[in-house]
């Protein structure tokens, strides 16, 4: 029985010892401070002071307004033709009555109809002789004009055209 309580003593001595080297105790300290001092708000730096950033507005410069969307002008053209092979042309109208009523008036002779009526490209008319009539016809171009005219009359040559402006 001896024997376990000079265990149980060496035991805790030697518990007690480590404790008291964890915790810094030393009776040989002449400084008088303990190591268990817990800093003070005095001792904390002071935060720097928050000020927000100035806005200064952008210098807005007049600009003009983006452009809206415009269609393209319609240039409406058409051709007449008299009995006798009088030509009424037109081009660069708003509309394809005002240019058909040009074409009517430029004819020189009477009883003329309107045979093509066309926008943004061009007109043009041929004549077939074996059937004695005139067709119109219409395309992009001049040539695609004249050739759509003289398909429509079976055959025969072209005898006018006009293009408009695109």
């Not at 915790?23 to 190591?35: I, K, R």
């Not at 928050?50 to 007049?62: G, Q, R």
């Not at 429509?152 to 402006?165: D, E, L, M, S």
């Amino acid at each position: 029985m001896v024997v376990v309580i000079v265990a149980v003593t060496g035991v805790l001595l030697l518990i007690g010892g480590g404790v008291f080297l964890l915790a810094g105790g030393d009776s040989d300290d002449s400084s008088g401070t303990s190591a268990a001092v817990r800093p003070t708000l005095s001792d904390l730096p002071t935060p720097p002071t928050y000020s927000p950033p100035t806005y200064t507005p952008p210098t807005l410069e007049p600009t003009t307004p983006e452009p809206t969307y415009s269609p393209p002008p319609m240039n409406y053209g058409a051709i007449a033709v008299g009995r006798n092979g009088a030509i009424g042309r037109s081009w660069d109208y708003d509309s394809p009555a005002a240019a058909r009523r040009r074409a009517l008036n430029a004819c020189p002779a009477t009883g003329c109809k309107v045979l093509t009526t066309f926008v943004n490209g061009c007109g043009a008319v041929a004549y077939n002789s074996r059937t004695n009539r005139y067709w119109g016809g219409h395309g992009d171009t001049r040539t695609e004009a004249q050739r759509n005219a003289i398909n429509n009359a079976g055959g025969g040559r072209w005898v006018a055209w006009v293009c408009t402006t695109r």
